[in-house]
């Protein structure tokens, strides 16, 4: 079975600290990864994706992930937060079920951004 | 604009009222996704459709009633519904439902409240 745990519901740093949010997840086959954006009253947006090419992947925003499969992790990370980046930040697992492949999410991590 | 428009963007409704919610994409997906996305838990996947045919119904009430009349639009019909079905339904479509690496594009939501 395949599935997304996030560490902490909600994260809140000051402005220019490191991001680190944390994505653990559970997959019997190698996995495809991404972390999803939510700002308020809006939908999903893809910030980034592991595919099993390189493992350091970098995406929109200055935000990159790390895939450990060792520690079956896919963090995201950013080196200094900016106001903007308050938002809700969501990990998924591709998955193959029913006969076909589908997302699953983690339940979210809400982050702050304080002056 | 992400390339998934769904509207209206906020509807109000009565446990009597009979609604629906549109979504359209016109990026050439050829799979399209219902999600319900509730305070406080995961986004739950209602429906899923390839290629206008309906491939999964997750347990979901037959109050909401899913129509795919073609690969770019997308409905969810709504009638006699709950106070517990206020939630934001995003929609999402992907390339097909083989090469989901390539992630979910999704809309920016429909906020229903319902009275």
């Known amino acids: 079975a395949q599935s997304v745990t996030q560490l902490g519901s909600h994260v809140s740093v000051s402005e220019g600290a490191l991001v680190l949010l944390r994505c653990n997840y559970s997959?019997?086959?190698?996995?495809?990864l991404f972390w999803y954006v939510q700002y308020p009253n809006q939908g999903l947006q893809l910030l980034l994706k592991?595919?099993?090419?390189?493992?350091l992947v970098k995406g929109i925003n200055g935000f990159e992930a790390e895939f450990k499969k060792s520690e079956t992790s896919f963090h995201l990370t950013k080196p200094s937060a900016h106001m903007s980046d308050a938002a809700e930040y969501f990990c998924a697992v591709r998955f193959f079920s029913g006969g076909y492949n589908k997302l699953i999410f983690g339940a979210g991590t809400r982050l702050a951004v304080h002056p | 604009e992400t390339g998934v428009t769904q509207t209206p963007r906020h509807l109000v409704m009565g446990m009597t009222n009979k609604k629906s919610l549109k979504c359209e994409q016109h990026?050439?997906?050829?799979?399209m996704y219902w999600y319900k996305q509730s305070a406080k838990k995961p986004l739950e996947l209602m429906f899923v459709?390839?290629?206008?045919?309906?491939?999964e119904n997750n347990s979901v009430p037959s109050r909401f009633s899913p129509e795919c009349p073609n690969s770019s639009h997308l409905f969810l019909h709504l009638h006699t519904l709950q106070p517990e079905d206020s939630a934001l339904y995003l929609c999402a479509s992907s390339q097909d439902l083989g090469r989901s690496n390539y992630g979910y594009t999704f809309g920016s939501g429909t906020r229903l409240t319902v009275v």
């Open positions: 592991y595919t099993s090419a390189a493992t």
């Open positions: 997959s019997s086959v190698p996995p495809y």
């Open positions: 990026l050439g997906h050829n799979a």
């Open positions: 459709y390839s290629l206008e045919e309906r491939v």
